[in-house]
């Protein structure tokens, strides 16, 4: 362990980071959000549709377009088939919101350890690897957010470089909306602002508010160009999509006020620590830094309950959740890595002996348990399989064995090891679950077009993995406001059941069933089966 020395802090988070946002990105199929913004990405570049963005050649202005365009930037550059580079973006922002986080570590804790240790907290937490491996716009607005926020706090606390650290932290607040709209704002930068005014206090301003209103300027400029633009290019478009928008967070997906009250479960392998932190009166005589807990504490959960205000709520909405609670939970950890030995009571090592034994324990009994589950399909994957094992075992051994002679930081540090290798040798075994014998892509479909000259239609088909995978656009038609087409003959995609509504819509026409895409990467006995990932083609001659 001589290595982690606060020399080499930043490195090896560069290295935490590559093993877990870096390393087999192209593993697994595109979600339902990914697919979204890789077709708007790809015709950015087809359509040059930069600005006024489309999503198979409808107008898509849901979300600003910044990382959007890095998409359509890695797309050009390596490929859009190649999944690897249209997700590498959000790995680097990742890399770069893990990094930003121990500079504000060291900034408001005082202390370079606990920073490290907070940010190998966020960079190993479940949802931040989810997202920093997916193409999907959230962390681009979170990581931008947190560089801003790094700025702003050195604006609020310091009186040094005020104009520099306004101006920077205005960039990085707009870029932040530029990137998914006001959902960090809301989400991670509000609470920010609650908490700083609980336990820092607004003071000094007298020579800040020249800055502090570039700040604001700044900010607004680059947040709002782009909602502007459109409004004055396609105006009723925006418009009606702002409505819908609107409707969606107050009556989509609505979920109880309290649905939230489990956030800490999202860190994932620090679920029992971070749920410990979060108990101020027992951790607030036992930290070195009380001023700077019960600012993240109060980060936390103003980001929690704010969070519970909107009637719209989902899991991966908590992300910014994770970013406070790292620091939460590194006061906690830092207080066992002080203590464990001599200073707790047994009942207070009952929460680290359940948190990282449980991981220890996983280790060791992944062979038995990874054969039990995969035993008939690991044919192609007994490589991966014996590598992770062997890996998994030794860490786990020595992560009990550690645990036992109350040696923690050596548990700590083996912990985040531990999720290294189970990225880095254990995530190609995900596609020994993924057997869909009637597995069938479109993607050969737009190739034949161009040798039968026969055009192909979706019809009444909303779903962004079948227009991906096709690989190009794919004209709607729907049946409540039907353009029929010209051509006397044409394919058509129809969802799985539809058949009568494609005949209601085409009564004089002959239809003949041609075949059936199935984009499932699991047969239909497996409960991850998505309907709209299946379609039927059909041959329409009118």
């Excluded at 198979?56 to 550059?77: C, D, F, H, Q, V």
């Excluded at 409505?243 to 489990?262: C, D, H, I, M």
């Excluded at 009166?281 to 109060?298: D, G, I, Q």
């Excluded at 548990?411 to 057997?435: C, D, K, R, S």
């Amino acid at each position: 362990m001589n290595f982690i020395h606060e020399k080499n802090y930043v490195w090896i988070l560069v290295i935490v980071c590559f093993f877990i946002f870096f390393m087999n990105l192209d593993v697994l199929y595109p979600n339902i959000m990914e697919a979204r913004n890789f077709i708007t990405a790809r015709e950015m570049v087809t359509d040059d549709n930069w600005l006024l963005t489309t999503m198979n050649g409808e107008p898509r202005y849901e979300k600003p377009p910044l990382p959007t365009w890095l998409a359509a930037i890695s797309g050009m550059l390596f490929s859009f088939n190649n999944l690897m580079a249209l997700r590498i973006p959000s790995a680097i922002i990742t890399l770069i919101l893990v990094l930003f986080s121990y500079r504000f570590g060291v900034y408001f804790l005082k202390d370079k350890k606990q920073a490290f240790i907070n940010s190998l907290i966020l960079a190993t937490s479940f949802y931040i690897i989810f997202a920093g491996r997916n193409g999907t716009w959230d962390i681009f607005a979170h990581g931008f957010m947190m560089i801003g926020i790094y700025y702003i706090f050195q604006f609020f606390s310091s009186s040094e470089k005020i104009w520099r650290n306004a101006i920077l932290a205005g960039i990085c607040i707009g870029v932040s909306f530029m990137s998914k709209g006001p959902v960090s704002h809301f989400a991670l930068f509000l609470p920010f602002l609650i908490a700083y005014s609980i336990v820092y206090k607004y003071s000094n301003f007298q020579k800040k508010w020249g800055p502090l209103i570039g700040l604001v300027l700044v900010t607004a400029l680059i947040s709002v160009w782009w909602p502007y633009y459109i409004s004055v290019m396609d105006g009723e478009t925006a418009t009606a999509i702002a409505n819908k928008e609107t409707t969606a967070w107050q009556n989509r997906n609505v979920r109880p006020f309290y649905y939230y009250w489990s956030f800490f479960v999202q860190s994932g392998a620090w679920t029992v620590v971070a749920f410990v932190s979060l108990l101020y009166p027992y951790l607030k005589t036992r930290v070195e830094n009380l001023k700077a807990y019960k600012f993240s504490l109060f980060w936390t959960l103003a980001a929690v309950i704010l969070l519970s205000l909107i009637p719209e709520k989902k899991s991966r909405y908590l992300l910014p959740v994770l970013i406070p609670l790292a620091y939460t939970t590194s006061f906690f950890v830092m207080h066992i890595f002080r203590a464990f030995t001599k200073r707790m009571h047994t009942y207070e090592r009952v929460p680290v002996y359940l948190n990282f034994g449980l991981i220890g324990l996983a280790g060791v009994a992944f062979p038995i348990v990874g054969f039990i589950f995969l035993q008939d399909k690991l044919d192609g994957f007994y490589f991966s399989f014996i590598l992770t094992s062997i890996a998994l075992v030794l860490i786990g051994f020595f992560i009990l064995k550690y645990l036992y002679q109350h040696k923690i930081q050596q548990v700590f540090y083996l912990i985040v090891f531990f999720l290294m290798t189970a990225v880095t040798f254990g995530f190609p075994l995900a596609n020994a679950f993924l057997e869909n014998p009637k597995y069938n892509s479109l993607r050969d479909i737009s190739r034949k077009t161009e040798t039968e000259k026969i055009p192909v239609y979706m019809f009444n088909i909303q779903s962004p993995e079948l227009v991906w995978d096709y690989g190009g656009k794919v004209p709607l038609l729907h049946s409540h406001a039907l353009e029929i087409p010209k051509e006397p003959t044409f394919k058509t995609l129809v969802m799985i059941g539809a058949k009568k509504s494609l005949e209601k819509a085409f009564p004089n026409a002959k239809i003949t069933y041609l075949e059936t895409f199935d984009l499932n990467p699991v047969d239909e006995t497996n409960g991850g089966y998505k309907d709209r990932l299946r379609t039927d083609m059909y041959l329409v001659e009118k």
